[in-house]
């Protein structure tokens, strides 16, 4: 449960034993570094639920679990896309008057090097 008078970051790296294997519903994504978001559509997916769902802006009709990912598909050609992971679901409720709250990737970035040691 979110306290509102603690400070923590909702997020966190983890070390793999071994390689993951790259398969059609398992694979890598790029990390969208700038503060600012220029696509009016995002993509959300849930953890534990199949499908996804388009997002306008910051409304998705939809309640996900903490850490699903929100991301932008970049189409390269007719046929791919690479995926930028912006946000990561991170709390609230699925009330409609009560927020959810996601954490923007970006504001991650220096913090992702210095444990990674860039």
Same mark, same amino acid.
């Given at each position: 449960?979110?306290?509102? *008078?603690?400070? !923590? !970051?909702?997020?966190?790296?983890? #070390?793999?034993?071994?390689? $993951?294997? $790259?398969?059609?519903?398992? =694979?890598?994504? %790029?990390?969208?570094?700038?503060? @600012? &978001?220029?696509?009016? @559509?995002?993509?959300?997916? /849930?953890? /534990?639920?199949?499908?996804?769902?388009? &997002? *306008?802006?910051?409304? *998705?009709?939809? %309640?996900? #679990? =903490? /850490?699903?990912?929100?991301?932008?598909?970049?189409?390269?050609?007719?046929?791919?896309?690479?995926?930028?992971? $912006?946000?990561?679901? *991170? !709390? /609230?409720? %699925? #009330?409609?008057?009560?927020?959810?709250?996601? =954490?923007?990737?970006?504001?991650?970035? @220096?913090?992702? #090097? @210095?444990?990674?040691? !860039?």
């Amino acid at each position: 449960m979110h306290r509102f *008078s603690s400070t !923590y !970051y909702d997020i966190a790296l983890m #070390k793999l034993e071994r390689n $993951v294997t $790259v398969l059609d519903t398992v =694979a890598p994504t %790029c990390l969208w570094l700038d503060d @600012e &978001i220029r696509f009016p @559509e995002l993509l959300a997916a /849930g953890w /534990g639920r199949t499908g996804f769902e388009y &997002i *306008s802006g910051s409304v *998705s009709k939809r %309640c996900y #679990k =903490a /850490g699903s990912p929100i991301v932008w598909r970049k189409a390269l050609n007719d046929t791919g896309y690479v995926e930028y992971l $912006v946000h990561l679901y *991170s !709390y /609230g409720s %699925c #009330k409609s008057n009560i927020p959810r709250v996601v =954490a923007r990737v970006a504001a991650y970035i @220096e913090w992702f #090097k @210095e444990v990674l040691q !860039y």
